[in-house]
């Protein structure tokens, strides 16, 4: 192991971004896996299927078997750079965890068994059918995921629609991006991210809001540091201080707004106050590309005094002459961009916050060209691409609402199926109805809600509530232990497809060996599909991202063949923009005129008291992703083999805790506990922790708050206490009996089979 500052490899500054052993001329430095298995023989370019970055990839291998991930220099999102998940973690995808072979089972407390994939869809099929007899069109659903690829996604809404008669389709971007989706469209027109990342270059300021680049999305982050190097300024709106606050060699932000968690909409109304009040608006822009009626209206909101950062530094925490110098240098430079993540949407004000960022955005004129820009930083790999292909209940692919009757007769006549005018049941909805007895069957791909979702107590017993669960994955996950039919899906390795990144860039995913399961998972939809009646006979991906194309006017120039030569396109892509759209919004919004909205600021109900007096927070770590079904199945787990809860020095010694003590902590909701971590990263009054290990209960802490607007929960505000105990809470306790119980119910339908 080699690390500089003679400490050990793990505290040091190294990432493990791979980017020593690829640049190392005389090949000293080389990959354990090649000494293990050998030079490679061939190579196939691919995608990497962990954040929104999308960084390109050269799975090299030796005959079939993959012995090494290498970043392609002409990769449009990472231009050869990587970080230690895609260069590193990609193990998972031989682990000896994954499940081939279907099986199905009556009830939870039974056995699995492995049987015949025929068996497995017709009796996944026949479920469906039974229950939908009996309990109505309405009482089944499916959930898919941004993990997929566009093509597994937009199969999932067709399933639904034209094969289960219903719109209650959702998607993870529920739970995280669905503000950004509401919020930019409002105010744009368009609900996606407005740059590519090469755009962060000519920026003059960065305000980044509510993110960690470094640890979320550490590619784009290196290109965002050798632009701070160069001499960019840099603002962080965040509760914690986060490594680019100055714990980055060679940057420090030039104003860390350390704001309370849930006063995102205060804080971003004051600093557009000072900007209005202080005369530093760009007037010839907001004449020019926005709406005149609705800028007056919010103009006459956001001047009002209550706006001030003096009247709102009580509720923030901001010092206000902080805040004023912040807006004055956002507002001042030239070219100001906006990156923001999961601390803007996971609020009860989420799509509020996202429509206060792009007036901010309007008002200082930083739209439509390179260096500015409004920039959602996508959690996971093909979160956009989840939205852009119609998986939430109301829109169908591109945005467009389920009640148009234009769309709808577009897609009828395509699909030669009838589709249901009215928007079906989101997440949330399902699963309520479950537990009112309505709601009876889901179909899960990709997906793991036991262990992302908020109140994991009432997610499961929804699941307990239903009659048939199906989930199609890689692993026996949290929610597959509820499951009745387990369908094993194919890893990013096995299959062909594309994913869409958080800069609109479509980048192909190509088959680099046969799926270990025996079928790409859109083969899976389809003959699902099939076996309930409704035809489906694509041959091969891109056959299903030609009939996006021809649906989609967005997508109307994408096919395989031009993602090929290109290497990738940035939607929108069509005969106006035949070879993508890298920068959006030039000379007019989509919707022609911006649009501002008021943004008031509303306290979350979700209030501190004697009882719970500090507020919990979450966030992840550079080694791992999401709920860690991948990482924890990789050597990434050494740098990372619990979550802990990060607690102030202050809030520590007032409750007696010291560093690793074992920390109860309670909320409305429920309580878990986890090991402490003293830090002053986090102020006092706030904890923080990560959810990529199941055991932890992050989400049986988290409650049933959400976004007014799109049902996002508000993972980033929940009232908790903290205490010092001695023992595993009482649910982690029941939840680690039921998990061996079910891993062994694998286990022993394998063996009854056999």
Request: proline share 5%; glycine share 8%.
């Amino acid at each position: 192991k080699v690390s500089a500052g003679n400490k050990d490899f793990k505290d040091s500054e190294c990432v493990s971004c791979g980017a020593c052993v690829q640049a190392c001329p005389t090949a000293t430095l080389i990959e354990k896996s090649i000494e293990e298995h050998g030079t490679p023989e061939k190579k196939v370019k691919t995608t990497c299927a962990y954040c929104g970055v999308g960084c390109s990839f050269n799975a090299e291998l030796q005959g079939d078997k993959v012995v090494r991930m290498t970043p392609n220099k002409d990769g449009g999102a990472n231009h050869g750079h990587s970080c230690v998940k895609g260069r590193f973690a990609w193990g998972y995808t031989t682990h000896k965890d994954r499940i081939t072979t279907p099986m199905i089972r009556k009830s939870i407390k039974d056995p699995w068994q492995k049987v015949s994939w025929e068996e497995a869809i017709n009796y996944a099929a026949s479920e469906i059918k039974r229950i939908q007899q009996k309990y109505g069109s309405n009482s089944v659903g499916a959930i898919s995921s941004s993990r997929c690829t566009n093509e597994e996604v937009y199969l999932m809404q067709k399933i639904v629609r034209a094969g289960f008669g219903n719109n209650n389709i959702d998607t993870c971007a529920r739970v995280c991006h669905s503000p950004t989706g509401y919020g930019l469209k409002q105010t744009i027109g368009e609900s996606a991210g407005t740059q590519n990342f090469d755009s962060v270059m000519k920026s003059d300021v960065i305000m980044i809001v509510g993110a960690n680049p470094t640890d979320g999305h550490p590619v784009f982050a290196s290109q965002m540091k050798r632009r701070l190097r160069e001499g960019a300024k840099l603002i962080i709106v965040d509760p914690r201080e986060i490594d680019l606050v100055g714990n980055t060699p060679h940057i420090k932000a030039d104003y860390h707004l350390k704001l309370r968690p849930s006063t995102n909409v205060a804080t971003i109304n004051s600093i557009a106050h000072v900007i209005v009040e202080e005369g530093l608006s760009d007037q010839n822009f907001v004449k020019e590309r926005c709406e005149d009626e609705s800028f007056k209206i919010w103009l006459n909101f956001i001047k009002d005094p209550k706006n001030s950062p003096e009247s709102m530094e009580l509720e923030t925490g901001i010092p206000a002459d902080l805040l004023r110098k912040a807006a004055r240098l956002f507002a001042k430079e030239k070219n100001g961009s906006i990156y923001y993540g999961l601390g803007v949407t996971e609020h009860s004000q989420g799509s509020t916050m996202v429509m206060g960022i792009a007036n901010l955005a309007m008002i200082t004129g930083n739209v439509g060209r390179e260096g500015v820009g409004i920039n959602p930083l996508r959690g996971q790999n093909n979160v956009q691409g989840a939205c852009d292909m119609g998986s939430f209940p109301h829109e169908l692919p591109g945005y467009r609402h389920v009640s148009d009757l234009a769309t709808r007769a577009l897609f009828e006549s395509a699909w030669n199926a009838k589709i249901y005018d009215e928007p079906g049941l989101r997440i949330p909805n399902m699963l309520d109805e479950a537990i009112s007895g309505k709601f009876k069957s889901l179909y899960c791909e990709g997906e793991d809600i036991a262990q992302s979702d908020p109140d994991t107590q009432h997610v499961t017993h929804a699941l307990e509530s239903m009659e048939c669960v199906i989930v199609q994955d890689l692993f026996l996950n949290e929610t597959a232990m509820y499951a009745h039919v387990f369908l094993p899906g194919s890893s990013f390795l096995e299959k062909n497809g594309t994913f869409t990144n958080a800069e609109r860039r479509i980048s192909r995913v190509r088959k680099v060996m046969a799926p270990k399961n025996g079928y790409e998972d859109w083969e899976i939809t389809q003959m699902l599909s099939n076996a309930l009646g409704y035809p489906m006979n694509y041959k091969h991906a891109s056959e299903i991202m030609d009939e996006v194309a021809q649906l989609t006017p967005t997508f109307k120039g994408v096919s395989y063949e031009k993602l090929d030569k290109l290497e990738s396109i940035q939607w929108p892509c069509n005969d106006e923009f035949p070879e993508g759209t890298p920068t959006m919004h030039v000379d007019e919004f989509v919707r022609g005129k911006g649009k501002f909205f008021i943004t008031e600021y509303v306290p979350t109900v979700e209030k501190v008291n004697g009882k719970f007096p500090l507020i919990m927070t979450t966030g992840r770590i550079l080694a791992h992703y999401n709920v860690g079904a991948q990482t924890r199945r990789t050597k990434n787990s050494e740098w990372h083999d619990e979550d802990l809860i990060e607690i102030h020095p202050h809030d520590a010694e007032e409750r007696g805790i010291n560093e690793r003590d074992w920390v109860g902590i309670n909320s409305r909701s429920g309580d878990t506990v986890l090991r402490a971590k003293i830090t002053d990263k986090v102020q006092p009054g706030v904890v923080y922790t990560t959810f990529h290990h199941p055991v932890s209960g992050a989400n049986v802490i988290t409650t049933d708050n959400s976004d007014w607007a799109t049902n996002c929960p508000e993972f980033k505000v929940t009232a908790v206490q903290v205490t010092k105990v001695t023992q595993p809470s009482n649910w982690q306790s029941k939840y680690q009996k039921f998990s061996e119980k079910q891993i062994d119910f694998v286990k022993n339908g394998e063996e009854k089979v056999s």
